[in-house]
């Protein structure tokens, strides 16, 4: 069965770091790039940063101005975001994504995982 | 990167027909057939209903359709029934490796 299951989420102050985790299972890894895509509370979903395959290629949402950073480990099948100076509008849901395919890097999402919350707060 | 427009609401009887439309621009809906459409129930993961403008993943009834004219999309969902009611999300690959997302439109099913 393909699963995503992301880790890493919670409590952060104001300016503080964190880093998500991503397990993947069921696909192979490596042949598909990976996104990040995040819901603030009772709003609607919103791409965050997306990664190629081989990891070579990273893409980001302009709103996070460098402030977050994808990467994988494509040896432990999981994907990782890591997140600095977050801000109280940096609380969400994060959900990590596989396309429907291997061609494309940023298209549909056809498998989710159930989502890490964080939130920012002092 | 702007939201892509989706009306917050549209409501249908069991039985019937809704569409809901997500308006972009000729950078995004416009120019590509990178069109999605998702369902998601509170509190759950969102669930892709339609890819590449009007392509069913498998196990998506046929009563969900999508369509594109210009820089609007369309998301039809026929024979309304109870659990399709949800929030729905259109998505666009926007160029330049970025994608966008519409602001949500709830269904209620009457």
């Known amino acids: 069965e393909v699963q995503l299951l992301e880790s890493g989420g919670g409590l952060v102050q104001p300016g503080g770091s964190l880093r998500l985790s991503c397990a993947a299972s069921?696909?192979?890894?490596?042949?598909?790039?990976m996104s990040w895509v995040r819901q603030a509370p009772g709003k609607g979903l919103e791409w965050v940063s997306g990664?190629?395959?081989?990891?070579?290629?990273?893409y980001y949402a302009d709103t996070l101005k460098g402030r977050f950073t994808i990467s994988r480990d494509n040896s432990k099948n999981t994907l990782y975001l890591q997140m600095n100076s977050l801000r109280a509008d940096d609380t969400a849901v994060y959900y990590c994504a596989k396309p429907t395919n291997t061609l494309v890097v940023l298209n549909a999402f056809d498998i989710w995982g159930q989502g890490t919350m964080v939130t920012v707060s002092s | 990167q702007s939201a892509l427009t989706q009306p917050r609401s549209v409501s249908g009887s069991p039985g019937q027909s809704v569409t809901i439309s997500c308006t972009g621009t000729?950078?995004?809906?416009?120019?590509?057939?990178?069109v999605s459409w998702y369902l998601q129930h509170p509190g759950k993961a969102p669930k892709l209903m339609i890819y590449d403008v009007a392509k069913r993943p498998s196990g998506v009834p046929d009563r969900f359709s999508g369509s594109k004219s210009g820089n609007t999309a369309s998301l039809t969902i026929s024979g309304l029934q109870a659990e399709d009611e949800a929030d729905y999300y259109c998505s666009s690959y926007a160029g330049s490796y970025t994608l966008v997302f519409g602001g949500g439109t709830k269904l209620t099913v009457l």
């Open positions: 990664i190629s395959g081989s990891g070579g290629g990273t």
């Open positions: 000729s950078s995004d809906v416009g120019d590509y057939d990178y």
């Open positions: 069921g696909f192979t890894f490596s042949s598909y790039a």
